[in-house]
């Protein structure tokens, strides 16, 4: 563990703006995008609307396109929004209900463009047997089928409303494009303004330590939702042996996570720490040396975006991720990170403990370097412009 620490965040939800002031926020720029979103939350929300928002407001308005998001308790008063934009984007979470497809139709009668946000394979019915196995789901239970047909039938009818789509990586967009025949266009996922300030506070606390540490080394699982136990049992007989031989090794599990079974005998030296705002969340990765990302290899992992690894690289954590598509297409094994296949997990998670100072000093800089260029908020306009505004 380091011992260098930045004070916890008092943390209050960046979005929480007026309705008019989000009118104005929208008015400021042209071309002009209107994101609807359901209801905000700390994950799906913030890194396909709010941070689109940001990082078009940072362009100063003008002749400058820009963005806003507005909500499902605000429909009554859309129309002002959508006299004002040129393209509504409907958020996966905005499920088909009457008040959806009225929104969409009033915007079709304005002829704006309607666009369709995803970060998830959860619009094709076809997966989803998929999505019940890898959430560990129970398929014997008639209403675990029940939610997730109506949930996918409810997203896929808010896509059909729509011209396109816009998601987080290519393998996504295929399967987007295949199940539509609509065009797809990419928006990584990337890190917001208040994410890089906190883990550049946070990076500049262990190098002015000279990366002091505690003695023990973390491994860290980050786990945003209750549904990842057959990703977490790819490692943890792993973690449990490599326990037995190295008293040094220490757990720390952020988030929903039952550690099971293969770690009850460790239970003096696993740390388990609730789940976090999405402030605080990299002082907690930022604490710990190594970040664990595994995932079971399906269709429905490969549409995942790579954000375990860019927010622990913005802390300096070194990670360990399954080979899924876009974690391949992020990383470089060895150069700044490490890619495991499900048998492989073992001697490569051993020679990174083995190694870890030496691999700390090369790798932790220059995957911080590169987070910085490619998922920083200041880095997004152009990608953001273009699938928004261009060639449709």
Not at 62 to 91: H, I
Not at 332 to 348: I, K
Request: hydrophobic share 45%; charged share 20%.
């Amino acid at each position: 563990m380091y011992t260098a620490k930045t004070a916890p965040v008092a943390y209050t939800a960046p979005w929480d703006i007026p309705f008019d002031q989000r009118v104005a926020m929208l008015m400021r720029g042209s071309p002009r995008a209107a994101y609807f979103y359901a209801k905000p939350d700390t994950s799906t929300f913030r890194y396909r609307a709010y941070n689109i928002a940001q990082s078009l407001a940072a362009l100063g308005g003008g002749n400058q396109p820009s963005a806003s998001w507005f909500t499902e308790a605000e429909t009554g008063q859309m129309g002002r929004v959508l006299d004002a934009c040129d393209v509504l984007v409907l958020c996966r979470n905005s499920l088909y209900t009457d008040r959806v497809a009225r929104l969409a139709a009033q915007a079709r009668a304005r002829n704006r463009r309607i666009l369709f946000d995803c970060d998830d394979l959860v619009f094709d019915p076809a997966f989803a047997h998929v999505i019940v196995d890898t959430l560990d789901q129970d398929p014997r239970v008639d209403a675990v089928w029940s939610t997730w047909f109506g949930y996918i039938g409810q997203v896929g009818a808010t896509f059909a409303l729509c011209d396109g789509a816009l998601v987080t990586n290519p393998y996504l967009g295929g399967k987007a494009a295949a199940w539509s025949g609509k065009p797809v266009r990419i928006i990584p996922n990337y890190l917001n303004r208040e994410q890089q300030d906190i883990s550049d506070q946070v990076w500049n606390a262990k190098t002015a330590s000279r990366w002091r540490r505690d003695g023990r080394l973390h491994l860290g699982y980050f786990s945003g939702s209750p549904t990842h136990n057959r990703d977490f049992g790819l490692v943890a007989p792993v973690i449990g042996r490599m326990m037995d031989a190295d008293p040094s090794l220490w757990f720390r599990g952020v988030g929903f996570l039952e550690p099971g079974p293969h770690l009850e005998r460790h239970a003096a030296r696993i740390e388990s720490i609730p789940l976090q705002d999405f402030i605080n969340l990299q002082r907690e990765i930022g604490a710990v040396e190594l970040n664990l990302a595994p995932l079971v290899d399906n269709a429905f992992t490969n549409c995942k975006s790579e954000l375990k690894w860019f927010e622990a690289a913005a802390v300096g954590a070194l990670t360990v991720a399954s080979p899924t598509f876009t974690f391949r297409a992020a990383m470089q094994h060895g150069r700044d990170g490490w890619l495991a296949e499900s048998f492989a997990w073992e001697p490569v998670l051993a020679d990174v403990v083995r190694g870890f100072e030496a691999y700390r000093a090369d790798v932790a800089p220059r995957a911080r370097a590169e987070v910085r260029e490619r998922y920083g908020w200041d880095r997004q306009a152009a990608v953001i412009t273009a699938a928004l505004f261009e060639g449709w």
